[in-house]
């Protein structure tokens, strides 16, 4: 496998050590107003994955590349464990991983938007099939587009709509092809919710469509200390539509 390139990644505010991850087909941004929020009490870093927004593509990924290229960040800035490692949907995912490879590392997850089930066997079949449409020149727009009904809540403004549609499709196609089929191929992460000692934050909007709260209601089930919140007026990008909310709940998980 190729070697990883370092990261790209925002690292703000003084205080416990907040890790940012973001989902899928999208970049570190998608978490700047809640960092923002965050930063006056927390250390926030939001890493751009590799593949995704400032952060170049090293090579074929699998999710042990995103988790260790994590773990690689954390060594840069210095960080040994986070306060919270919190990823949404995508992001989750990757957190998982991370919870298998580098358990010493954790304290605190959160699993925001998310689900640890993997792919039914035609939902991989067609992310393997995206990602050769991608590599084969087409645009992101073919991914992007089936998604964005379903990643704001009904009230959403147009705008909000807008603007992620338009991060989403300046993605790199190969980055986002990378990931696909790093998607397609997760495990279950079921055995490693039961395995993990530290605390979990669960934390989903009331809208989300594609990871519903149903999901977070079975991960808590399968977590030691886990703290469940639903954020109402809010589709699979939380803590992008409610900043507000989000950064609330996290600084109550940490008691800052
Ligand atoms: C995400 O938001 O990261 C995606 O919904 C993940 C996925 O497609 O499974």
């Not at 986070?82 to 991370?98: D, H, I, N, Q």
């Not at 925001?112 to 727009?141: C, F, H, M, W, Y």
């Not at 089930?221 to 639903?230: D, N």
């Amino acid at each position: 496998m190729a070697q990883a390139l370092p990261l790209r990644a925002r690292d703000t505010g003084r205080g416990p050590a907040v890790v940012l991850v973001h989902g899928f087909p999208l970049e570190g941004s998608m978490w700047n107003a809640a960092a923002d929020l965050l930063a006056g009490s927390c250390r926030v870093v939001v890493p751009d994955q590799q593949g995704f927004g400032a952060s170049a593509l090293a090579g074929p990924t699998t999710m042990a590349t995103y988790a260790d290229d994590l773990a690689a960040l954390l060594d840069a800035l210095e960080i040994d464990r986070p306060a919270l490692l919190a990823g949404l949907s995508f992001g989750g995912y990757v957190v998982m991983e991370f919870m298998r490879r580098h358990p010493h590392r954790l304290d605190a997850v959160g699993l925001i938007d998310t689900r640890e089930t993997p792919d039914p066997p035609d939902a991989a079949a067609n992310r393997r099939a995206q990602a050769d449409r991608l590599v084969a020149g087409e645009p992101v727009s073919i991914v992007a587009e089936p998604m964005l009904p379903k990643m704001a809540s009904p009230d959403a403004p147009e705008s909000f709509r807008e603007h992620w549609r338009r991060v989403m499709c300046a993605q790199s196609p190969l980055g986002v092809a990378a990931a696909l089929r790093a998607i397609a191929d997760r495990p279950d992460s079921a055995a490693s919710l039961r395995a993990f000692r530290g605390r979990a934050l669960l934390v989903v909007g009331e809208h989300d469509a594609i990871t519903p709260v149903a999901d977070h209601e079975r991960m808590a089930s399968f977590l030691r200390e886990p703290g469940l919140h639903v954020i109402p007026r809010a589709g699979h990008m939380a803590p992008t539509e409610q900043p507000e909310a989000f950064a609330e709940i996290v600084r109550g998980f940490l008691g800052v």
